[in-house]
């Protein structure tokens, strides 16, 4: 399902909250209890740019947290160094040893090889080669921080507040959800970082995102990284930037396995995942148990 620009004026009874619409399925509440802050596969290191710590200090954080599992998944450094938010290509084996010493050096925490990939088709044999083949990382997981508007590439937190914006945003990460590379997809909600509403055409883009996901037996992410932000001031109030409530009330109506993880860009932040437990507790999704 793609999303073109024929959709009908927003509805002006925006929340799905107001509306009441929710399904809880009780039988999946009670496997949360024994997931919740025990695995984080999305963490990144100081080579990012825009994160602090290195590798040794997320280990150990984990391991005060009673992390059992953690991910080291920095943005995936490219060889022709396409976007930034990302190490130099050149640091790629520098990040792939320093995670091979952790897991040598600390049998008491399982440590995974991983990257957080922005996608694009000319990548797919990179991805396969040398990230999955040459280093073997244990997983690799599809993210959207840039969108194709007007031939260029926009970050998501500078996009403007358009449809434009939200239909570019949508039919990017179905071909991110379409790539069979990737173990699940981070933070498909980021959209409301730049699309203040929740409209029609909200709901339709999160329609066609969780029917994507859906059909590919994707796993999405609550990413608990947005209840630290800053709040953003939208037409109905301030909120947080994600995980948005409406979108994982819809994801509540399909067949969507989730996973959550901290998104941690400091040590300290390594099990903290807001509430993202309990909103999948209380919507009644189903949180998978990722084993690689």
């Not at 969507?256 to 437990?277: L, T």
């Amino acid at each position: 399902m793609r999303i073109e620009l024929t959709l009908p004026e927003p509805d002006p009874c925006s929340s799905l909250a107001q509306l009441g619409i929710m399904k809880v399925n009780k039988q999946r509440v009670s496997t949360l209890k024994d997931l919740e802050i025990l695995k984080n596969f999305h963490t990144h290191t100081y080579r990012c740019g825009h994160a602090t710590g290195n590798v040794s200090d997320f280990v150990k954080s984990a391991l005060q947290n009673n992390i059992t599992h953690l991910g080291i998944s920095d943005h995936v450094p490219l060889p022709d160094g396409k976007w930034d938010i990302r190490m130099p290509y050149k640091e790629l084996p520098e990040y792939v040893r320093d995670i091979e010493e952790a897991q040598e050096s600390n049998s008491e925490i399982k440590i995974y090889k991983s990257a957080e990939c922005d996608y694009a088709q000319e990548y797919v044999n990179y991805f396969k080669e040398e990230l999955l083949g040459k280093y073997k990382m244990d997983y690799l997981m599809g993210g959207v921080h840039f969108i194709p508007r007007n031939k260029n590439w926009i970050n998501c937190y500078y996009a403007d507040n358009s449809k434009e914006s939200l239909f570019a945003y949508t039919n990017y990460l179905i071909d991110v959800i379409d790539c069979d590379l990737f173990a699940f997809i981070a933070h498909p909600d980021v959209f409301a970082v730049f699309y203040h509403l929740w409209d029609s055409e909200a709901v339709a883009c999160s329609r066609a995102i969780l029917e994507a996901a859906s059909s590919k037996n994707r796993i999405l992410e609550i990413n608990g990284s947005g209840y630290r932000k800053n709040p953003i001031e939208t037409p109905r109030g301030w909120r947080r930037p994600y995980p948005i409530d409406e979108f994982w009330l819809l994801a509540a109506e399909y067949n969507i396995r989730v996973i959550i993880n901290s998104d941690a860009h400091r040590p300290e932040d390594v099990a903290d995942f807001g509430e993202s437990f309990q909103l999948a507790r209380e919507l009644g999704l189903e949180v998978v148990d990722l084993k690689f």
